[in-house]
């Protein structure tokens, strides 16, 4: 099993939609999870924390389910500056990170 | 303004000939590390370091040296560059809290090298 699986999409929604990305991991020792967006060409950047009991930032939401493994990214009401990939990144303890290869989100008016 | 700056941006080269890109933070971050990123494969790890003076393998290291003589700076070496070595390169830094990194990255804006 790969240590990080992300569905690389793309997903094209218009805007005004509501979108949600999974990203699942096998390293149960995985300990701080993140959400990142990468525009093309240019570096990536944090996004939001993904903490047990969920998390909000505006129009983004982020869970994460323990026991399945799995982190959620939830962007309600897209706009078309949410044209992104997005990366899910974890620490599995220590130094080691792991970054999925990220999903293309296309937000069309 | 915090931020990881990086250098240069754009590179062609060839084969053999030997370069350094540089990465300099301002953030007194004690970690900091070298990806790679490549089409379908997402950011690899090439070396990191937890220190000045402490460097680690991360999981694509062939090719490539690092240093850090000070705390600030981490430059990636490529002492003699192949095409396969072509890609888009990212410099990133972080906090250490409670011996792990708990906290998100910083990145460099990037360096596309280009190895003929």
């Known amino acids: 099993r790969k240590e990080v699986e992300q569905d690389p999409g793309p997903f094209n929604v218009p805007e005004g939609a509501t979108v949600a990305f999974n990203c699942t991991y096998s390293?149960?020792?995985?300990?701080?999870f993140f959400w990142y967006r990468q525009d093309c060409r240019k570096e990536p950047k944090l996004l939001m924390s993904?903490?047990?009991s969920g998390n909000e930032d505006g129009r983004f939401t982020a869970q994460l389910n323990r026991a399945s493994q799995y982190i959620s990214l939830l962007i309600r009401d897209s706009k078309l500056s949410d044209s992104a990939t997005y990366l899910c990144v974890f620490n599995t303890g220590g130094f080691k990170t792991i970054f999925g290869a990220g999903t293309r989100l296309f937000v069309k008016a | 303004e915090a931020q990881v700056t990086q250098n240069p941006r754009y590179l062609i080269t060839v084969t053999g000939k030997k370069l350094t890109v540089t990465c300099s933070q301002n953030?007194?971050?004690?970690?900091m590390s070298w990806y790679r990123q490549d089409p379908g494969l997402g950011l690899r790890q090439i070396y990191y370091s937890m220190n000045v003076e402490v460097t680690d393998k991360g999981d694509v290291p062939e090719g490539y040296k690092v240093s850090r003589k000070e705390k600030r700076n981490f430059p990636l070496i490529l002492e003699s560059p192949s095409p396969n070595q072509t890609s888009l390169y990212f410099c990133?830094?972080?906090?250490?809290?409670?011996?792990?990194?708990?906290?998100?990255?910083?990145f460099g804006s990037g360096t596309r090298l280009t190895v003929v």
């Open positions: 993904v903490y047990s």
């Open positions: 390293n149960s020792a995985s300990q701080s």
């Open positions: 953030m007194n971050h004690e970690y």
């Open positions: 990133a830094s972080s906090l250490v809290t409670g011996g792990a990194l708990g906290y998100g990255y910083t």
